[in-house]
């Protein structure tokens, strides 16, 4: 996988360290397999299209299985979007750039207003 400056590869020590020094942080859980690559660029082009500062990572695929466990995942891929660390809302399945674009927008409205 080509390194993009916006989405990294995100290793279980460093996650409550992300997590806690950002306040908006997409997770991509993907399994490497033929859809890896597109579904990496997707969230590469999202990353790089939303306008709010946004944190994007790859969980590492070495440690998926263990992460899927503690995030409850059913299957890949799976996005997982956490404000102010909390998990506000959670994308399964493949999906395109403004799909991912779209879902956090809306994921962010949601969360705004159940606050209120």
Known sequence: MEQ?????VLEPQRFDVELQG??????????????FRSQTDVLTRACNGFGYPLEC???DF???DTAMERFKIKGTPTFLLFSEGQEVNRLIGETDSESLEEFVRSSLEEDVATRL
């Open 57 to 59: 990572f790859v969980y």
């Open 22 to 35: 950002t306040s908006l942080l997409l997770l991509a859980f993907l399994k490497r397999n033929e859809r």
């Open 62 to 64: 070495d440690y998926l």
């Open 4 to 8: 993009n400056n916006l989405v990294e």
